[in-house]
C-alpha cells in the first residue's frame, strides 16, 4: 500500500510567495504587482465609467461589468425550496404550501421550517421591499436607456485604464474634512467605500453613451479663470525666477513642435510660485492639476514610441507635483499626494529606465544640432527620472510616509553639470564634451547606484582622489536627499509599530552609526569635490545640498532625544517644522558659526513652538529658498 500522500493533499494552497513590495499610496494594502495595484486604486475612485448597456447600473472595473452583463436581464432561476422539517425527515417530497404543506396537513401536524420561523421570514421580506419601494419611488427611477452601439474603443483608451480613477477621485478629496491623522494614515481614506455595488438610478434627461466618460463640471461663477496676461506673467516668472533653481527644460524642447501642452501649464504652475499673493492663482493651479491628471497618463502610454513626449509629459507631471506638495494651501498638497502615485506609475509605464541605460553618444558626429537634441533627450530623461526620485524621497520626510520608489529602480547615471546643459549652440556643447575643464569633470553623469554603495559600504578616507566619482553640486543633492529618507525611514517604521514605544533605546547602535557614517562620508566627498567654500545664497536651490546635510543632522539628533515619539507623531505641521528648521539652519550655514548646541536648543523651541500653534503662517516652496530665508530672519 502506497503510503505517499496525493499531490492534492500535499499541496498548501494558493499562498503568494512573492514578496509584497507595492504599497498603496491611499491606504495601507501591499501587493506583488503593478497591476494588482493599479486595479486597486480604481476602488479608491467612485468614478463608475462602465455602464451596462441593458440597465442603469455603472462599474468601476471593466471585468465587473461583464460579470453582471452574463445574467443582465436573464430572469432568475426558480430557487429550490427546502422542505419542512416532517418531509425532510420522512424524505419525501415537500409541496411548500403555506401555512402548512400538504403532508402535514393531512397528519395534523405543525408544519415548521429548520432554523427559521416561515411566518417572520415573510413578515421581514415583505418589509425589506416596502423600505426599498419607500427609498425609491416610481416619479424617480425613470431612466432612458440608450439602444445605440457603443463607439469603437482604442486600444490606447484600454491600455490606460488602471489610470482613469485618479482625476475622478479629486472630486471626492475636496470634500473630506481637514481632520488630524497619524503621520501614516492618509485622509482619502475618509471618502473610500469598500462596497462594491451599482449606483442606484438616477433621471437622464439623454441618452448617455456607454463608456463616454462625464464631462467635467463647469467651474463656479466664484472661480477666476486666469486671463492670458495672468498666464503670460506666470511664465514669464517660471523663465525668470523658477528655472533658475530647477534648470529641467532643455533649450532644444522650447522650440519643439510636438512638445505636450501639459509642459507649459506646468510652468506656468510653477511660476505662480513666486506671486506676490500666491492665494489669487490656487483655482487656477487646483484646475490644471486636475486636467494635468486626467489627460497626463494616456497621453505618456500613447507615446510609447517617443521617448522625448514621455521624458517630457513625466518631467511635466513631476514639476507640478514637486511645487504642489509644498504649497502653502492643504488642499493642493491633498492633491499632490496622489498625484505622486501616478507619477511613480507613470515612470514605471515608459521605457525611459531602458533608453538611459542604453543611450550613448555617437564616436564620430556628422549632425551636430541632431546629436545635440538627441542628448537633450537623454538629460531630460535622467533629470525626469532623479525629480521622480527626490521628490518621493521629499515627500518621506514631509509626510511621514514609506517611499514608494525603490533605491534600485534608478540604475541610471547622474545628470550632467550646468556648463554643458547651458550651451546656447550645439557647438558650444560640443566643444564641451569634447574638451572638458578638468578631466574630473562629470560630463556625462557618474553612476548612481555605485556612488551609494560608496557612501554606504565604503571608508571614502581610503580613496584616492582618481577613486572618488566626479559629482556635481546638483548630484551631492540627490545623494544627500536619499541619506535623509533613509533617516526617516526609521522613524516611520517605529511610528507604524504600535507595540513599540519610540524612545531614544528603540533605534539600535548599528542603525545609528550606519547613518552617521554614510553622512560623514557624504561629507568628506563634498569636501574634495567642492572644498570648504563659505555659504552663499546665490547658489540655486537644487544647487545647495549643505541645509539637507544638516537636517539630516538635526533629524538624528531628533531620534536621540526625549523628543522622537512627539516628532513622529506630528501630522501635516512637519512640513512647517521642518521648513522653519531650515530657515535656522541657513541662518547657521551663513553665519559660519559651530555652536551647535545653541543650534539644537533653537531648533527644539521652534518645534514646540509651531507644535502648539492653531494657524501656522507658511508661504510655500519659496519659503525654502536661500535669500528668502535669510531675509525674513
Known sequence: MDTQKSTRRNHSGNNPTLPKTLSCPVCSNMFTRMNHLQRHLVTHSQNRSHQCEKCPARFTRRDLLTRHARTCGV????????????????????????PQCTSCALQGRLCLYKGRKRSQTVTRKKSKVDVSAASNPPETTVVVVDTTPAPPVAPSVVDTEPFEAIPDFFDDLFACPSTELPAFEDPFLLTYDPVETPAPPAPAPAPVPALERPAPPLPSPSATTPSTDHRAE????????????????????RDDPDIPGVLFQAMEVCGTTFLEDAAQANQFVIETMSSMASVAPAQIVAAKDSIRVQALLLLAVALVVNFAHTSHTKEIRDMSRVMHSMMVMMARQTDLLKFVQTWALPYIVTDFEK??????????????????HDI?????????????????????????????WDAPTAHEWYTLICCPPS??????GAPYLQTVEILENTDVTDLSLAQIPPLSRRNMMSLILGILRNVFIEL????LDEEQEITPAAFSDETLFGLYGTLQNWM??????????????DVSFSDDPMPFYWLAHVSLWVMQSDNAAAFSALTHKRLFVIERWFRRIRVFLHSQSNDTLTLWQDLVEIFEEVRDEESVQYDGLVAFFAKTSLEEQ
Open 392 to 420: 518621493d524621497c521629499t515627500l518621506s520626510v514631509l509626510n511621514g510616509t514609506l517611499p514608494l520608489v525603490q533605491q534600485h529602480e534608478i540604475d541610471v547615471n547622474f545628470s550632467c553639470i550646468r556648463e554643458v
Open 234 to 253: 506666470y511664465q514669464r516668472l517660471y523663465d525668470e525666477k523658477f528655472a533658475l533653481h530647477y534648470p529641467l527644460v532643455h533649450r532644444t524642447v
Open 492 to 495: 516611520t517604521t517605529k511610528a
Open 75 to 98: 430572469p432568475p432561476a426558480p430557487r429550490k425550496r427546502k422542505p419542512c422539517d416532517a418531509c425532510a425527515e420522512a424524505q419525501r417530497v415537500c409541496d411548500n404550501v403555506d
Open 439 to 444: 578631466p574630473t569633470t562629470p560630463l556625462l
Open 371 to 388: 546629436t545635440w537634441r538627441e542628448w537633450g533627450t537623454y538629460e531630460s530623461a535622467k533629470k525626469a527620472l532623479f525629480m521622480v
Open 524 to 537: 568628506y566627498l563634498w569636501m574634495n569635490l567642492h572644498g570648504p567654500q563659505s555659504y552663499s545664497t
